[in-house]
């Protein structure tokens, strides 16, 4: 199932962007594209969890290393809390899958 993506320009609301984006912006464009689509697919990797930062140890690009580690938690508690407060619904892939079918 592919990732959701913004309304305006169709930019992928999935992990990369959730890690670039300001917060406040991948909020909005979320909550757009739950208002046209219903839902919003993302996914992110476990290891985006972990401080990527060691340029010489990793050699990520900073696009792949920026919010990582602590950052990436801290992200992550922010826009949970955002759609909890909005009172949307959280729920595994297989979960959604099996409801709509």
Known sequence: MPASVSTFFRIPLF????????????YL??????????????YFHPW???DLNDKD??????????NTGKEMALRMDDI???FSKKGYKFSTI???INRIF
């Open 48 to 50: 985006e969890f972990y």
């Open 80 to 82: 949970l809390g955002r």
């Open 94 to 96: 297989i979960d959604f």
């Open 29 to 42: 464009l979320s909550k757009k594209a739950i208002k046209r689509e219903g839902y919003l697919n993302v």
């Open 57 to 66: 140890r990793f050699g990520f690009p900073k696009y792949v290393t920026k």
């Open 15 to 26: 992990w990369l962007s959730f890690h670039n984006l300001p917060i406040w912006l991948y």
